[in-house]
């Protein structure tokens, strides 16, 4: 059963080993290694023979500088304190949930999109909070959804990366659902991205309810970009986007000969800021978040290694 939604564009995971990815080279703008959770005795991980292999599907940073953690295979949340260590875990009603986000820093918000099909909200100590069913208006099914948004209104699903739906307002109360276009972002407006089909990605930038945006712009790597892994608005109003550059052999059957992401930083006027390489890319256990962006701005990132799973910092705090 695949629970991971990793994105823009194809699913599949571009010729990765099963388990882990090795260490890579440092990238130009190297981020830092906040914490490592060891594999099995901290981080769970699945090596599917007949099903899927999975680890940690998703994680959310915290106002107080640390960060959530779902360990799904332990049917559990971790909480980590500023400093990365593990200061607390949320035992989980089952293993099926595959998204986690925070909202204001008291409240985890759960999703389950495949078999209970619902989202939970509930207080940092494990208590319920709110439970809402995925289907009604603007969501046809749980596997429709594309992201788990936490927005200072309210909980907000993404749904076949083209529109958003309120499902829980700013006090965690089911009601009635709104729909708009893209991700909802600061100003009433909302952040719309797309593979343009030609290697490229385009970015817009408009109404919440305005089928043509404001302004748009393409971007292009140094090899075509086959996904985009992650992209939002921190509170200064920059736009982050994780785009995952492929390189490929040019004969059948085409596999890649090279990968990586480029993480691009953008100002409110859609013009480029910043650029890196990052040389961490997904592996072969599934994962649906493996970016986010802290409440304070800094671009966060869950990695599978080696020794464990990875949480880098890559800083970027909004001024």
């Not at 959770?37 to 769970?44: H, M, V």
């Not at 106002?63 to 779902?70: K, R, S």
């Not at 993480?263 to 650029?275: K, T, Y």
């Amino acid at each position: 059963m695949r629970r991971a939604i990793l994105a823009l564009g194809t699913w599949a995971v571009l010729g990765c080993d099963p388990a882990v990815a090795p260490a890579p080279a440092a990238a130009p703008d190297a981020p830092r290694t906040w914490a490592v959770l060891p594999w099995d005795s901290i981080a769970g991980r699945v090596i599917g023979r007949e099903s899927s292999s999975e680890g940690p599907a998703a994680f959310a940073p915290l106002p107080d500088g640390g960060l959530l953690v779902l360990d799904q295979v332990h049917e559990r949340v971790l909480r980590l304190d500023p400093s990365g260590t593990l200061a607390g875990t949320v035992a989980l009603p089952g293993r099926t949930f595959d998204d986690v986000e925070q909202f204001e820093g008291r409240a985890m918000i759960l999703l389950d999109r495949l078999v209970t099909t619902r989202v939970l909200a509930l207080d940092l100590d494990g208590n319920p909070l709110a439970e809402v069913p995925l289907v009604g208006r603007g969501v046809e099914r749980g596997g429709a959804v594309t992201a788990l948004l936490a927005r200072p209104d309210g909980v907000w699903l993404e749904v076949h990366h083209r529109h958003s739906v309120r499902v829980l307002d700013r006090d965690l109360r089911p009601g009635e659902r709104q729909v708009v276009l893209g991700r909802p972002i600061d100003g009433a407006r909302s952040l719309r991205a797309a593979l343009d089909g030609r290697g490229g990605a385009r970015v817009s930038i408009g109404g919440r309810v305005d089928r043509t945006p404001e302004r748009s712009v393409s971007l292009k790597g140094g090899a075509p970009i086959e996904r985009i892994v992650w992209f939002d608005a921190d509170p200064a109003g920059r736009l982050h986007v994780v785009l995952h550059e492929v390189e490929r052999s040019t004969t059948p059957p085409w596999r890649p000969s090279g990968e990586r992401y480029a993480m691009v930083v953008l100002d409110e006027d859609l013009r480029e800021l910043r650029r890196a390489e990052i040389p961490w890319v997904a592996t072969g256990l599934e994962q649906s978040v493996e970016f986010r962006l802290g409440p304070d701005g800094r671009l966060w990132q869950m990695a599978f290694a080696e020794d464990g799973v990875r949480l880098l910092d890559w800083g970027g705090r909004a001024p």
